[in-house]
């Protein structure tokens, strides 16, 4: 995905530096100029010169209009004054996993000093660059961040990250990985969790599952491979396992499901489970098959009991995961020799009755 417009007029601008068409002292077009060969608002230029002027690339001249080219040009990436302050880039999908995460960071950082900014990652592609671009030039001296689910956010994760890197600003990823960049990051054992949250279910006599699936993610992905283990390791047909995708953002916001979807669920006349990948999932899973005759026995995922409302649940240590991330964070800030750690939390499965 393209970066954002100001972001385009200030690597533009930089680039006609380094190539030499604009020299240091020289004058650059004006604000009108940059816009009509952009094609953006004058207030989009003027939010990428002021980025310019704070990075050193530009200079206003007292007494002379316009903006020029730094005489003394600036690092190619330059230094952030860093504060004790904590940028929290984390999504908020369910009530309960957002508030012991936050709960967790915000008891490790506040214990040591440092101050947490919080903004929501979920479903805000349109906005988070320009979200983690405020942290940065806010001085922030690292940031906890969850990287945005869906495969069409692949390249804003990458983009986000290699950006923080370039700033030698320390992450630590949280609930999920991007699997080509080697970062610190907690997560929990989602596929071990699911593979004997699975198990139990086919230990109990159920052979045929609905497995209601969403938004990529390395969490969900882990999740489906759990299930297909629990399968294979007691010599069950997974394809017993019925894969269902649904649009998970659109349910989440809407609560809406398509009819295609209660079609194909009311063919499936032999299931007797539904496990959600995710408790949105969850319910999208239960919504789907409320009209069905049979009983039906619900698993899926959950970052508290409070937030359990599964037949069988594998609950997350969501606060020990913001509790460890926050710890982890200061350290490597304090120490920059910390090495990548990687940490996998243990979820609990309980059923409904505890």
């Not at 009108?32 to 980025?51: D, E, F, G, P, W």
């Not at 508030?99 to 214990?111: E, K, N, T, V």
Request: aromatic residues 6%.
């Amino acid at each position: 995905m393209e970066d954002p417009k100001y972001l385009q007029i200030y690597h533009a601008v930089t680039a006609r530096i380094t190539e030499g068409f604009w020299q240091p002292g020289d004058k650059i077009y004006s604000e009108r100029q940059l816009a009509v060969v952009h094609t953006v608002s004058r207030l989009t230029v003027k939010r990428a010169l002021t980025k310019l002027i704070a990075d050193g690339v530009l200079e206003y001249h007292e007494g002379r209009q316009g903006t020029f080219v730094a005489e003394q040009q600036a690092p190619a990436v330059p230094e952030v004054v860093k504060t004790r302050t904590i940028g929290v880039a984390v999504d908020n999908h369910t009530p309960a996993f957002a508030s012991y995460l936050l709960q967790g960071i915000h008891d490790a950082l506040w214990d040591k000093g440092y101050h947490p900014i919080y903004c929501n990652t979920y479903a805000q592609n349109q906005q988070i660059d320009e979200q983690i671009d405020s942290l940065i030039d806010a001085g922030i001296s690292g940031i906890i961040f969850s990287p945005m689910i869906g495969t069409q956010y692949y390249q804003t994760n990458v983009r986000i990250i290699d950006q923080l890197a370039r700033r030698k600003i320390p992450v630590v990823l949280v609930d999920r990985f991007v699997e080509d960049r080697t970062l610190s990051h907690i997560v929990t054992n989602d596929r071990e969790a699911m593979r004997e949250l699975t198990r139990r279910l086919l230990d109990t006599g159920h052979r045929s599952m609905l497995i209601i699936t969403g938004e990529e993610a390395t969490s969900t992905r882990n999740r489906l491979k759990g299930i297909y283990d629990a399968y294979e390791m007691t010599g069950i047909d997974r394809s017993l396992a019925r894969i269902l995708p649904v649009p998970e953002k659109e349910f989440f916001e809407t609560g809406m499901l398509e009819k295609q979807l209660y079609e194909q669920v009311a063919a499936m006349d032999d299931i007797t489970a539904v496990i959600g990948l995710s408790p949105t999932l969850l319910r999208a899973g239960m919504k789907l098959t409320r009209t069905l005759p049979q009983s039906i026995t619900t698993a899926s995922v959950a970052a508290g009991t409070a937030e359990a409302i599964s037949d069988v649940t594998a609950i997350g240590p969501i606060y020990r995961m913001g509790l460890e991330a926050g710890n982890l964070l200061v350290r490597s800030i304090e120490d920059p020799t910390t090495p990548i750690t990687q940490l996998i939390l243990k979820a609990e499965i309980i059923p409904r009755e505890q």
